[in-house]
């Protein structure tokens, strides 16, 4: 039976938190596994955040939160401590209760889109990579892409100061990948990436000047729904090779899993 006394709770936070999938899908691996486990989907307003996270803190079985936009960073900073990927770019997207009540953070957005370019066969040692957006999941993806053997990023962002910071920070951790800060243009580029919100409604402009794209590119959107987003429909016209965003929340998922050790495996064991 799930939903018992017994239950160990896991959050969902964003504002809004109507878009967010995590929660039907682990939903769903606890009712798969026969785990007495819940996801619940929270939203706050961001000038309510520190009230609602005390409120968080304070319900003891609470298991674990996975966080989205506008929260990464504001929930990084309620840690105490830190995997080195969710330190480097200071933004969470999953934290763990430890045994002192303290919460532990690490962000696998990076590692769930490494992993789903490798299992679509996607090469990224040595290639020149054009990255739009440089917020909370594209800075995981840039160290993530660098830390692979990028040999060259160009990062693009409305805010060219956000992400000229950011270049900084990759540059000094992964000196051998080339990172420039520049406008979304891919040409040039092996592979075209949007890190960024755009394109999650239809009346979104396209993240970069597709015009630019030719067939021997690789374009990728972390977007997951809709699966084939307006800037893949366009590239897949051209006759790019693309991937999808639901690879990154499926192999996020695993990871997830993982670490939130939801089969309760560690402390069988322990």
Known sequence: ?????????????????????SPGIFNDIFEQKGLDSLMVPLSCRPED?????????????????????????????????????????????????????????????????????????????GKRILQVGAGGAGASLTYCLAEEGAAEIRLADIDRDRAARLASLVNKAF????????????SGMDMAINATPSG?????????????????MTVVDIIMEPAETALLKAAKEIGCRIQPGRPMMDFQVEAMSEFFDIERKDRRNG
């Open 200 to 216: 999650l409604k239809a009346t979104d402009p396209l993240p970069m000047d597709v015009s630019k794209l030719t067939p021997d």
């Open 1 to 21: 039976m799930r939903g018992t006394g017994k239950a160990e709770i896991f959050v969902m936070l964003a504002h809004p938190v109507g878009h967010a999938k």
């Open 49 to 125: 955040f520190d009230t609602f996270w005390a409120g968080i803190t304070a319900a003891e079985n609470i298991r674990g939160v996975i966080i989205s936009v506008p929260y990464k960073t504001a929930v990084f900073h309620k840690c105490a401590a830190a995997h080195d990927r969710a330190a480097r770019v200071q933004s969470a997207n999953s934290v763990r209760r430890q045994a002192d009540g303290t919460w532990y953070a690490d962000n696998f957005d990076g590692v769930g889109f490494i992993d789903g370019l490798k299992a679509g066969r996607h090469q990224i040692a």
């Open 175 to 186: 000196p051998n990948c080339s990172i420039e800060v520049a406008d979304p243009d891919p």
